[in-house]
């Protein structure tokens, strides 16, 4: 792995003193807020007070049983959707006949809400699982899938050619240069696609109010009288979570890809 230089350390660590700075200035003001009654405590309570209550979930065996439903639907609708969208990215392109044959349904289909279509795939597939997985896979897919298309068009046409002189086919030259030269893309558009299935995995239980998981969680907890706190608790893990994968997925993507650091570090090449 190649090691960080001095300024990249400093810099790392500055974004992490700030992002806590942050972090502390946000609880702060919500806290104050909460304890000042500007708000009734009721509708916003103080900060101490619903951190210590997402502390205190964590011991609850059937709220984790909860959490771990909404992971497992988001993992399989996650992986679902690069099992489609890096194969199929590939293929559009590669071959820009077929791109322009399907663009325009492609151009329909991805502006189309996922959580408008709970009404339709619950009529399809019934109030399970499956239906979580189904949004979930749709929703993940365009990141990764336009992130593909867009990593394979960036690829140095120099080395194409090389290989090309020297008779390798059009397979090799994907599986040679274009599928390595395209993977820190195919990664961002992972990272992506992985805070998206993360908020339909929640959403969809929000909205369905059926199965189990974090969503059904917090809207039971918002039907409660004085369930503010643990709504609020509730966001507090979601958020968690996504901070958690995200963290996760940027460190993998520095160990693998350490020669793309602007790509890494913001996502700029990103297109969804």
């Not at 972090?23 to 304890?35: I, N, S, T």
């Not at 992972?190 to 969809?204: D, F, G, Q």
């Amino acid at each position: 792995m190649k090691r960080l230089t001095r300024r990249e350390r400093l810099a790392r660590h500055q974004e992490l003193w700030l992002g806590l700075l942050g972090v502390v200035l946000a609880f702060g003001v919500c806290e104050a807020v909460g304890r000042a009654g500007v708000v009734r405590r009721s509708y916003l309570p103080p900060a101490s007070e619903v951190l210590a209550r997402a502390v205190e979930l964590a011991g609850d065996g059937a709220f984790l049983d909860g959490v771990g439903a909404t992971l497992r639907a988001w993992a399989l609708g996650l992986g679902l959707a690069v099992a489609i969208a890096v194969p199929l990215g590939l293929l559009l392109g590669s071959v820009p006949v077929v791109y322009s044959a399907v663009r325009m349904i492609v151009e329909f289909l991805r502006p189309l809400p996922s959580v408008a279509l709970i009404p339709l795939v619950s009529l399809l597939l019934g109030t399970g699982t499956e239906t979580k997985v189904a949004l979930i896979t749709y929703a993940s897919v365009w990141p990764v899938l336009f992130n593909t298309v867009y990593g394979l068009g960036e690829t140095d046409p120099l080395a194409k050619d090389t290989l090309r002189a020297f008779g390798f086919g059009r397979l090799s030259v994907l599986l040679r240069v274009e599928l390595p030269g395209t993977a820190p893309f195919i990664a961002a558009g992972i990272r992506v696609s992985a805070a998206v299935a993360l908020i339909l995995a929640v959403a969809t239980e929000l909205l369905s109010g059926f199965g189990e998981g974090l969503g059904i969680f917090i809207a039971q907890a918002g039907l409660a009288t004085d369930g503010t706190r643990d709504v609020l608790a509730g966001v507090v893990w979601a958020g968690a979570l996504g901070l958690v994968i995200n963290g996760v997925l940027v460190r993998a993507e520095r160990r693998l890809f350490p020669w793309t650091p602007e790509r890494r570090a913001d996502g700029r090449g990103v297109r969804s």
